[in-house]
């Protein structure tokens, strides 16, 4: 038996292959599958072609792939479709990125697992159920705090001469960008939520400017109102994140769940170990039956 475990959000998915005993045989990385943005045949394309892959295609007997916008049982089958092309003999699940949190942060207690990355989500976990009282709108509508999130913000301030002359300064030199590329990868290009979010870098930079400093604390207390607070005894349990906007800038994360008492869990950049863990105590079990 062979255990293919993929943590996926929208900018890059990781890849944890295990044999029975739960024994880690190779981890990889490729790009992240989001079924709103990317189709069976892209999924498709990609798998087949990478390197890791091509050597354990034959011997995969069971997928477990939880992604960011795999919501639906439509959306699910989109990334399940072009995995099982590569995949042909194995077992495919597909699941929500918010399931996959929950499971690899979850410590025997009831508790509110939330993503802050390239988008943002949250759900409640009790071992058993996963729970979802508000939905992702996506980086349109939501992904409070998100790196899409800011990434509009900056690039508004940018277009809008808001951002001080040394900021706009070192913009411009990093990036070379004008109003008519920002523009076009923004409203024309694919994944316009992963070019938005790929500012957070720059931000983090920069992030002792005041207009900065200012954008996180809103982006956080927004989500907290929103994603945290959504749930019914929010004030009682852990509160875990995970993802790479939570992960480096922490600091002023946990500044601001301070002031609502909140208890912080982990905190954690990529939950694939977890994710890991998970599996091995209460699934590969169930498959050795």
């Known amino acids: 038996m062979r255990v293919l475990i993929a943590d996926s959000g929208s900018t890059k998915c990781d890849w944890l292959l295990l044999d029975a005993s739960g024994k880690e045989l190779m981890e990889f990385h490729t790009m992240g599958f989001n079924p709103y943005f990317h189709s069976a045949d892209r999924v498709e394309e990609v798998m087949f072609n990478h390197s890791d892959v091509k050597g354990i295609k034959e011997d995969v007997t069971h997928v477990y792939f939880y992604g960011a916008g795999s919501s639906s049982p439509e ?51 009790d071992g058993q159920q996963v729970i979802e009282e508000v939905p992702a709108l996506a980086y349109i509508l939501g992904d409070e705090a998100s790196g899409s999130w800011h990434g509009k913000r900056l690039l508004a301030a940018k277009l809008y001469h808001h951002l ?59 989500f907290i109102d929103v994603h945290v607070k959504c749930f019914e005894g929010w004030q009682h349990q852990p509160v ?50």
């Open 75 to 125: 959306l699910c089958a989109i990334i399940e479709a072009g995995l099982q092309r590569v995949f042909e003999e194995a077992q495919i699940r597909v699941g929500h990125d918010l399931v996959g949190a929950a499971y690899s942060t979850f410590d025997g207690r009831p508790g509110i697992t939330c993503i802050i990355g390239t988008g943002s989500n949250s759900c409640q976990f």
């Open 164 to 222: 001080s002359d040394e900021v706009e300064r070192d913009f411009d030199a990093t990036y070379g960008l004008t109003k008519d590329d920002i523009i076009d990868k923004v409203y024309r290009d694919s994944d316009p939520n992963v070019f938005l979010a790929s500012f957070m870098t720059f931000i983090g930079k920069h992030k002792d400017q005041p207009m900065f400093r200012q954008w996180l604390k809103e982006g956080f207390r927004s």
């Open 240 to 289: 875990h994140f995970i993802g790479s906007v939570a992960y480096h800038f922490q600091e002023e994360l946990r500044a601001e769940c301070a002031k609502d008492g909140i208890e912080v869990g982990q905190i954690i950049k990529k939950p694939i170990d977890g994710l890991a863990s998970y599996h091995l105590k209460h699934i590969l079990p169930k498959l050795q039956d």
